[in-house]
């Protein structure tokens, strides 16, 4: 079964940086398009930053500048490099694996930005 497992999130100030992970298992991550969505308290979940297989970037333009995704195709692991955060980063944070033939979620990891 695929599997996709977040790390790195946690209490960050506001302008602080996070990097998530998230680890593959059951896919093979270059071969998707990989995306990390959020979801904040009272809020629909909204697209941050996706890579598609073919190795094209797309960010939502809350983070655009801000944020950077990558992916190490040897570790079969995804990135998301967030710098200057903001409270309004807050959210609960998914990663996303997506193909012609499944969509794969992981269990969301917790980013608080204090003010």
């Known amino acids: 079964q695929v599997q996709l497992v977040e790390s790195g999130g946690g209490l960050v100030q506001a302008g602080g940086s996070l990097r998530l992970s998230c680890a593959a298992s059951?896919?093979?991550?270059?071969?998707?398009?990989m995306a990390w969505y959020r979801q904040a308290p009272g809020k629909q979940r909204e697209l941050v930053a996706r890579?598609?297989?073919?190795?094209?970037?797309d960010y939502a333009d809350s983070v655009k500048g801000r944020f950077t995704i990558s992916r190490d195709n040897a570790k079969n692991t995804m990135y998301l490099q967030m710098n200057s955060l903001k409270p309004e980063d807050t959210a609960v944070y998914y990663c996303?694996?997506?193909?012609?033939?499944?969509?794969?979620w992981g269990q969301g990891i917790q980013v608080t930005v204090s003010s």
């Open positions: 890579i598609t297989s073919g190795g094209s970037f």
């Open positions: 996303n694996a997506d193909s012609f033939r499944t969509e794969s």
């Open positions: 059951g896919i093979i991550v270059s071969r998707y398009t």
